[in-house]
């Protein structure tokens, strides 16, 4: 009786361990940069439709989710992210699963960028435009305009105005950055961003803290992605989004990454997202998204801003991705140094510009232009040229280093010229400052409020 009773135990408790197996399979785990508002209609309705199936969501910031993939810090099944410089990475890195397409009903290219990875190792599931969150009460008490363009976010009407991420920590802020570039240019691009960088408030630690600083007030305007501009627990209207005329329209991308433990999971869980009722859940005001399909827009024109009803869209320039992927840590090694990390500094030094730019206006002195213009010059110089930043395959081994943690001794190297190379451009722009402002001489230095500078 006694052995009858364990021989019956045994076989349940092996029963036990394979269900709890088989559940523990069911499991499928993504890794994403989306904010629970916008995850919680999904993992709802997933669930109704596959209740064997859990989804477990896990936030991190894409660059830290790009670090932990690439590093083999952190497994997941799905990786699902807004900036596709971050699916190209991980894409040239051996991370991404080839995928099967799905019919979506999308077009093959928007603004010249394809919908899906032409090698489909990621899908295209919603748009993202990427242009200002502002504070309209912010900005109409302190009678400022919207800016129009990136680069009207230079004038120096908006000084201590605006609220940046660093494209370090930001996913969402370093593809911005590397627009500027494409779209400017390498050296026009650099001069852009450290004149944004004389006018700002602050620098916050993630690009939510934008949107966020903006609606409270702790400054007015700051770049964002559309679906960040509203953030949770702010009155209406506390905060407006606008795309700017150089504006980016490019996909919000899945993908499955190569070492997924649940490979079926996740290929359902793709299919649910880029179906029509996953797709329509973009169009809940909690998630606030524009759908990839055109099918699921309301045919009576209902929702403002149906991307696919405006022929601007398709005609916006392309944006290089795999461009920014090679290049992506060389960006962010460039902009902390330059920005991130001497933001007081700029902010003093292009105050004094403006006022010796306004002396100017004034009164004719060629020595003086001259000083003022070797200042400008400095301070809008990167540290590369733009020859420099298109050789590559130096970039390539670039890497993401974790506080604490020893740089590697080629890129440490690599950082030590950047920085010499900004201190450089720094000291000598802090010379012809002072050497203007002697020059100038005191009486017009009170009139135009220069401030002073150190050689």
Known sequence: MLRTFFICLATLLAHATLIGTAVAAEKVRV?????????????????????AVAIEFVQRKTTTALADIVGDRHKADIFWASAPDAFEILKRAGRLAALKPRSTGAPDLIAGYPVNDPDLTYLGFALSGYGFVYNPNYLKERGLPVPRGWSDLAAPIYAGHIGIS???????????????????????????????????????????????????????????????????????????????EETLFVPASIAILTDAANRDGAERFVDFVLSREGQALLLDPAVARLPISPAVYPVDGATDGNPFQHDSLFARGLFDAGLSAARYELVNIIFDEMVTFRRSELGRMWRSVRALEVALSERSDMGLAKLVSDARGALTRPPLSGAEAMELERWRGLVRVRRGLPTPEPQARLEAHIKARIEENMQQAARALADAAARLGRAALDTHGLEAVRP
């Open 166 to 244: 660093s494209p370090s920590r930001s996913g969402t802020m370093h593809l911005m950055v590397e627009a500027i570039l494409q779209v400017y240019g390498w050296d026009r691009g650099w001069g852009i961003w450290s004149e944004i960088s004389g006018n700002l408030a602050t620098v916050t630690a993630r690009s939510f803290g934008v949107s966020a600083g903006v609606a409270r007030g702790r400054f007015g305007i700051g770049p964002s992605i559309d679906f960040l501009a509203k953030p949770e627990g702010m009155p209406e209207g506390a905060t407006r989004f606008a795309l700017p």
């Open 31 to 51: 890794l994403t940069s989306f904010p629970p508002q916008f995850l919680e209609p999904f993992q709802k309705e997933f669930r109704k439709r596959h209740p």
